[in-house]
């Protein structure tokens, strides 16, 4: 590993970005956020990248969102930095090519939102995947709500959000969040697999074919802007303020 906060990795026709944060479990701030929408800009320029897998360093994939960030947002600034978060993970959708999120451990608040943005979803049974926010007074507003009801139906993407409920690999699969799971130390592996069988596609019909595959669902950015809208109030909320300084102060971590 070195020092970069997200680390970018070609292989022939393959690339492997891993958000590398190991010690805050790969929690996503703004710093990441720049440094991830600047390394997917050298992918979309690269017409020799057919296929994209994104993990993270250590035993998790994504914790959530730094909640120092969080602390730090009034209403202006958490709408302004939604609609950038936001960005990212759009750009991740429509780069072109297809992506594989490959979820060695945890995916939790911005890290499924992450996952969401992905083509696809490989995970490790014993991952824990769900969305905490409401109990920390905030809501998913990287665009976890259009997308987790996009994959896995407004039913379920209610009970997941109103209850924060965590599940585990099984249990995503078993709804559709996930498109297959494996043995924890598979993940990366069986990720560079299906990349492999995907990059040997016509990189033409698979773009045009991912645009068609976005085309369907074009009400996402409408739903995306009100997301931020909501998300930005939350967030500079006192109650918000009050609940996400007193999770920071416990030490439990990142949601």
């Given at each position: 590993?070195?020092?970069?906060?997200?680390?970018?990795e070609k292989?022939?026709?393959?690339?492997?970005i891993?958000?590398n944060?190991p010690?805050v479990?790969?929690?996503?701030?703004?710093?990441?956020?720049r440094?991830?929408n600047?390394?997917?800009?050298?992918?979309?320029?690269?017409d020799?990248?057919?296929?994209?897998?994104?993990?993270?360093?250590?035993?998790?994939?994504?914790a959530?969102?730094?909640?120092?960030?969080l602390?730090?947002?009034?209403s202006?600034?958490?709408?302004?930095?939604s609609?950038?978060?936001?960005?990212?993970?759009?750009?991740?959708?429509?780069?072109?090519?297809?992506?594989i999120?490959?979820i060695n451990?945890?995916a939790?608040?911005?890290?499924?939102?992450?996952?969401?943005s992905?083509?696809?979803?490989?995970?490790s049974?014993?991952?824990?995947m769900g969305?905490?926010?409401?109990?920390?007074?905030i809501?998913?507003a990287?665009?976890g709500?259009?997308?987790?009801?996009r994959?896995?139906?407004?039913?379920?993407?209610?009970?997941?959000?109103?209850?924060?409920?965590?599940?585990?690999?099984n249990?995503?699969y078993?709804?559709?969040?996930v498109?297959?799971i494996?043995?924890?130390?598979?993940?990366?592996?069986?990720a560079k697999?299906?990349?492999?069988?995907?990059?040997?596609?016509?990189?033409?019909?698979?773009?045009l074919?991912?645009?068609?595959?976005?085309?369907?669902?074009?009400?996402?950015?409408?739903g995306?802007?009100?997301?931020?809208?909501?998300?930005?109030?939350?967030?500079?909320?006192?109650?918000?303020?009050?609940?996400?300084?007193?999770?920071?102060s416990?030490?439990?971590?990142?949601?």
């Open positions: 590993m070195t020092d970069k906060i997200v680390l970018y292989d022939g026709p393959l690339v492997l891993t958000i944060r010690e479990k790969n929690a996503l701030n703004l710093t990441v956020f440094a991830l600047d390394v997917l800009d050298i992918v979309a320029k690269d020799d990248v057919k296929a994209v897998i994104i993990t993270g360093a250590g035993s998790a994939f994504v959530g969102a730094d909640i120092n960030d602390l730090s947002f009034d202006i600034e958490g709408w302004s930095a609609r950038f978060q936001q960005s990212v993970f759009n750009k991740i959708e429509k780069i072109g090519r297809p992506s999120a490959a451990g945890a939790l608040g911005g890290g499924l939102e992450l996952a969401l992905c083509t696809f979803r490989i995970a049974a014993k991952a824990r969305f905490p926010e409401l109990g920390l007074g809501i998913p990287f665009g709500t259009e997308r987790l009801v994959t896995v139906g407004h039913a379920k993407a209610v009970e997941l959000i109103l209850f924060r409920s965590v599940i585990d690999g249990e995503a078993r709804i559709g969040l498109n297959q494996v043995e924890q130390d598979q993940v990366e592996a069986q697999e299906w990349a492999q069988n995907l990059s040997a596609l016509s990189p033409v019909a698979v773009r074919e991912l645009e068609l595959l976005h085309e369907i669902s074009r009400e996402l950015d409408t995306l802007a009100l997301e931020s809208a909501l998300g930005a109030l939350t967030v500079s909320s006192k109650e918000a303020k009050a609940l996400l300084g007193g999770f920071l416990k030490g439990k971590g990142k949601p």
